[in-house]
């Protein structure tokens, strides 16, 4: 069974606007939480990632908030870009796990 | 700096087929693993190994095999291809220092593979 859950599949966001992606994920001992981005015919590459020890992260235009008691963690991206339409993986490993559990993707785009 | 480099890009077998998907990375990277993607499923580890001469299974091994002779190379072996096994296939590698929160994994651009 898929370990981290992630919604939307899809959005469609218009230039400027803010686009949410939301995971939730069951294991407690989960403690590393990135966020990779793929853009079509290319390989999913890290766009940011956060430790639970910190509630939010933020690098540039993106912006991961992380909520340990919900076991919940989101990507915000600000003012959004048509060259920020791609599609998006919330991950999750333990501390000592080299093996990512990824969700299922969100299709992110962005209309001029 | 190549990175991870998977071929082929493309391949289409006919049902019962063979082939070998290969993989070569050039960061000295211990880690490499073998994803396969889905649409709506993302991404599911189908093995990985931690160093030469030792491999694993993932999340769903059944039908593949692989092999690590080298740091370089981690082939994927499809040996009787199935409909099933349409998909994308996308080999990863990452060092095995500073924890995984200092060493991200490192994708190759897959191969799309159709099984007719």
């Known amino acids: 069974q898929q370990q981290v859950k992630q919604s939307p599949q899809s959005l469609i966001v218009q230039k400027g606007g803010i686009s949410i992606i939301n995971c939730a994920y069951e294991n407690t001992a989960f403690d590393y939480f990135p966020w990779y981005q793929q853009f079509p015919g290319k390989g999913p590459a890290l766009l940011i990632a956060?430790?639970?020890?910190?509630s939010e992260k933020k690098e540039g235009r993106f912006t991961i908030s992380f909520n340990k008691s919900a076991k919940q963690f989101s990507l915000h991206i600000m003012d959004s870009q048509p060259g920020d339409s791609a599609t998006y993986f919330c991950?999750?490993?333990?501390?000592?796990?080299?093996?990512?559990?990824f969700g299922a993707g969100t299709t992110v785009t962005v209309r001029a | 700096n190549a990175g991870v480099t998977q071929t082929p890009k493309f391949r289409i077998l006919k049902i019962g087929q063979s082939m070998t998907l290969q993989c070569t990375q050039d960061?000295?990277?211990?880690?490499m693993y073998w994803y396969r993607q889905d649409p709506g499923m993302g991404l599911k580890l189908i093995y990985y190994s931690v160093g030469a001469g030792i491999t694993d299974k993932g999340e769903v091994p059944n039908g593949y095999n692989v092999s690590r002779s080298t740091t370089e190379d981690f082939p994927l072996r499809l040996e009787l291809a199935a409909p099933s096994q349409t998909s994308v296939y996308f080999c990863a590698s990452r060092t095995s220092s500073g924890g995984p929160y200092n060493s991200p994994l490192h994708f190759g651009n897959g191969t799309r593979l159709t099984v007719t």
């Open positions: 956060i430790r639970p020890d910190v």
């Open positions: 960061m000295n990277h211990n880690y």
């Open positions: 991950a999750a490993s333990t501390a000592n796990d080299y093996k990512l559990s």
